[in-house]
Each structure stands twice: as C-alpha cells, then as structure tokens.
C-alpha cells in the first residue's frame, strides 16, 4: 500500500516561522517530559504553592517571556506563534505546572509595550529570566468586569503620588517584589483619568494578603494587595509624564494580548483532556469490548477532536495577528474584536471538551487519581478572568456594530 503523509500543514504555519515553531515545540516537550511529574502537580495543587525551581528553569530557556528581546531577558523568538505553541505543549503536559509557571510573568507585557526604557531596562530582565514574578492590578472588590472607575485613588503631592485602595484577586501578588497597579489619577474623569504605576510590594503602606481556595490554577497564586498612603515617586509612573491619565486605555491594549494567550492556555488543557480520554477509552473495557468500540464514546471524541482542531486554528490565527498588533500595524478594537472571539470560543469549548473526557472516564473521571477532574478545575476560570464570557461577547458585537471587525 502507498505511503500517505499529510502534504499540507493544516495549520497553515507560514513557512519562514516553521524551523523556530518546529524547534520550540520540541524544547517545550522535552522540557515537560523531563521535569514535569504529576507527584509535583498534585501536591502544588494541594499545598497552593507557586513551582518556582520549575519557573527557573523555563526562564533559563527563555520560556517566561519568549518573545521579548533578549536585551531584557527575553527569548527573543520571532513570533507570537511560538509562545502559543510553548504554551500549549507546557499546559498540555500538565494544567497546573504549566499554567502555574507561564502565569508568573503575567502583565510583563504591558511594561514592555509602555515602559519607559529605564523601567524596562530594570524591571523586566528579572522576570523573564525566571528570577522574580510580576503582577497586573486592575480588579477591586467593588470593581471587577467594570473598571472605568476606580475606587483605588493616586493623589499627587510634590513628587510623589500617594495611593490607597484595595486590589483584589491578584495573580502573583504573594510571590512578585513589584507590579502594576491601576488608579484613579484624576477621578473626576472616570477612565479618561487613569493612570498605571509600578511599585514594590515591600513600599511602606503596602500589605499583601494571600487569598487562598481556589477551585484550580492552584499553583498560581493570588492575593489582596493593600494601599495605604503608599508613596509612590512621579518616576514610577509607567511610561513616564506622557503615561499619565493613559492607564486604562493600555490595560486594555494589554487585555487584547493576554485574551489571546488565555485562548493558547485553554487549548493546552483541552489537549491535556484529550490525550488521556483517548488513551482511556482503548484501555478500558465493557461489554467485552473496549469502550472506544462504541459509537456513543466515538461522537464524543469525534467531537472533542473537532473542537480542538478549529481551537488550534484560531489560536495560531489570533497570534500571528498579535505579532502585527505589537508593530501597530492594527488597530486596537480590530484587536479586540479577534482576541475576544478567540478567547470566547476557545474557552467555551474547552469546558465542552473537557466534560466530554470526564464522562468518557466514568466514575475514574470524576477521582483525583485519573487527573481529568485537576484539569477541569484549572480550565473553569479562563472564561471569568481577563474578561468574562459576557464581557468579551460585548466586546464582539461592540466592534461589529461600530465596524472595527467585519465577517
Ligand atoms: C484566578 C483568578 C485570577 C485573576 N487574576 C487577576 C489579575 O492578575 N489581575 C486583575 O486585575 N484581576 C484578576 N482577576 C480578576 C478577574 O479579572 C475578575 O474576576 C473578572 O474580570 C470578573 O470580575 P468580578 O469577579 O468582579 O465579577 P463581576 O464583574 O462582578 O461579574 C459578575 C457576573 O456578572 C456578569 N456581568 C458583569 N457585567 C455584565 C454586563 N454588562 N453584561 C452581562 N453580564 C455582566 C459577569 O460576566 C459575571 O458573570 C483574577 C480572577 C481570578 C478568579
């Protein structure tokens, strides 16, 4: 019989990326098969703790923030593209070290775009090198899907802002020296008159509080941070003069990105749901046949395969999108529009997906031991953060109706 081979990428990977996406897909999964073990997942998930000889090692080999320049640690690939595929092999291998480790860097990127060089200069190469983990502070308690007015103010005398309010459900807060945080610069403005800041969590006024018992992503952890007369030099205000009063319109720049790599991290866990559904249903047998024998069980990885693949197709789309995003050659809502439909159907349909295994499982499904039951509760939340389902469906038929995107 002939040979078949698939002639065409079905990806459709353009060429000039393909040794880099090639190449990285293989690190990635060596470096996941080496050290990940589901001993190390399940106690981080148990004990909540951040895997940082983990997260050190995926920053030496340029992982944490791949396609930064290396001039600030980064990797310095090419492509967005490629920190998909890395995501989506590390959250493949397992949900929780994988999102736990990728998750340490999160908003790194909004100080990239919008640092001024010296901030970027001192702030980020310790990040991506795997060395300390960053946060982004936008939610509050009386301020989540709607931040266009902050109760967190920043009050300028001489030269300093002082800030109070209170931020909440903060990735990294407990682990990061420094992040960002969004206040109300000039509250009389509403979102036209706020502004991002960096400071050190170890500034007097600071108090960051844990917040543990979260339903999955245990090993990412979250807090509370607490503003209290903080006094914050002019010189940390992001982007320097010119960033003031410019916060939530780059926090929303910055959500264009991190909804599309939430779309990477939700693909991972879908893959991850797969992988071990498959290999059940050919194992486990019923009726004295392998369950896989069964048409039900077929629809249903039939389906899950359907998923996964238009999932990889908008993913990969959505980020190289991004890499023309980043050079501005697109325009922000047409962004938008892309990142919130990616992040939308991605996620919805990992909970499709990931349902289909837990009840391809069976009881084994719904136990600790088989693992499906850990990625469930890592994958519920990519629809809630960086914007509800809701919220980004809003942002969808916004953009259309306002022509940023158009089908
Ligand atoms: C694990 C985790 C990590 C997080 N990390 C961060 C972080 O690092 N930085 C950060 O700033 N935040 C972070 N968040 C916060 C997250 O972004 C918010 O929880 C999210 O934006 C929703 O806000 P909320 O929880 O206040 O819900 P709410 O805004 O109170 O929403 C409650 C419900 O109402 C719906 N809703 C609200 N408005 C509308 C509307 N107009 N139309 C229809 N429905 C609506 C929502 O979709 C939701 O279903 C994190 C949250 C979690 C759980």
Known sequence: MAEFRIMVDPYLIPEQYKSEIE???????????????????????????????????AGELGFIAAT??????GGGLTTELASAVITEELVRADTTLGQGILSGAFGL???????????????????????????????EPDHGSDITQLSTVAKKEGDYYVLKGIKTFITNAPTAEYGL????????????????????????????????GKMG???SPLGEIRLDGVKVPK???????????KGFYWALQYLNIGRVHVGAVALGM????????????????QFGRPIIEFQLIQQKLAEMAQLIDISRLAVYRA?????????????????AAISSITKVFVTENATKVIDHAIQILGGSGYMEEYDVERIWRDHRVTRIYEGTTEINTLTIVDSLRRGFYTL
Not at 33 to 55: G, N
Not at 68 to 73: A, D, K, R, V
């Open 270 to 285: 879908m893959l991850a749901a797969f992988d071990r559904a498959y290999d059940f249903a050919q194992k486990r047998v």
């Open 109 to 139: 990127y909004a100080l990239y775009l919008f640092g001024t060089e010296e901030q970027k200069k001192q702030y980020i190469p310790p990040v991506a090198r795997g060395e300390k983990t960053f946060f982004l502070a936008l939610t």
């Open 235 to 245: 010189e940390y205000v992001v982007g320097g003069p010119e960033g003031l009063n």
């Open 68 to 73: 930064l320049p290396p001039e600030y640690g």
């Open 319 to 335: 980020h190289l999108i991004l890499d023309e995003y980043i050079k501005g050659a697109v325009e922000p809502r047409t962004m």
């Open 217 to 219: 992503q245990r090993a």
């Open 23 to 57: 190449l990285v897909r293989k690190t990635a999964r060596e470096f996941a098969q080496r050290y990940f073990t589901r001993e190390l997942a399940r106690e981080v998930d148990h004990k909540e703790e951040f895997p940082w000889d983990l997260y050190r090692k």
């Open 181 to 212: 945080i969004l206040a109300q610069t000039e509250p009389e403005k509403g979102y036209r008159g706020q502004t991002l800041f960096l400071i050190h969590t170890d500034w007097p006024g600071v108090d960051v509080k844990p917040l543990k």
